[in-house]
């Protein structure tokens, strides 16, 4: 079974930048499409980005698109996201995600299924 451990989150200030890391066990990390959720509190959970098995194919959510960077080292059995010029909007709990998927943006469309996280709290604040 696929367990993910996210790591990176914190308080900063708008502006400032972030890098998550979700780490894998259990199975290899290159057999799975991988995402990046996020929940907000009183707000659903929603995909912010997604990267096919291999790396070559990435999704980003619109609101992100140009600020975050998906990556992943299978041979490290993780999966990275840069956060830049965050944003006070941006603050929820970020989740990772692992299942079997078609395509970059179904994964980032279905907010359950498969192996998750327990999260990590991304905070953006003066």
């Known amino acids: 079974q696929l367990q993910l451990v996210e790591s990176g989150g914190g308080l900063v200030q708008p502006g400032e930048s972030l890098r998550l890391s979700c780490a894998a066990s259990?199975?290899?990390?290159?057999?799975?499409?991988i995402g990046w959720f996020r929940q907000a509190p009183g707000k659903e959970r929603e995909g912010v980005s997604c990267i096919s098995r291999s790396g070559g194919l990435t999704y980003y959510a619109d609101s992100v698109k140009g600020r975050f960077t998906i990556s992943r080292d299978n041979a490290k059995n993780t999966v990275y996201l840069q956060m830049n010029s965050l944003k006070p909007e941006d603050t929820a709990v970020y989740y990772c995600?692992?299942?079997?998927?078609?395509?970059?943006?179904?994964?980032?469309?279905?907010?359950?299924?498969?192996?998750w996280g327990q999260g990590t709290q991304v905070t953006v604040s003066s």
């Open positions: 995600a692992g299942r079997l998927a078609t395509t970059v943006q179904a994964m980032c469309s279905i907010p359950y299924g498969g192996s």
């Open positions: 259990g199975r290899t990390l290159d057999s799975y499409m």
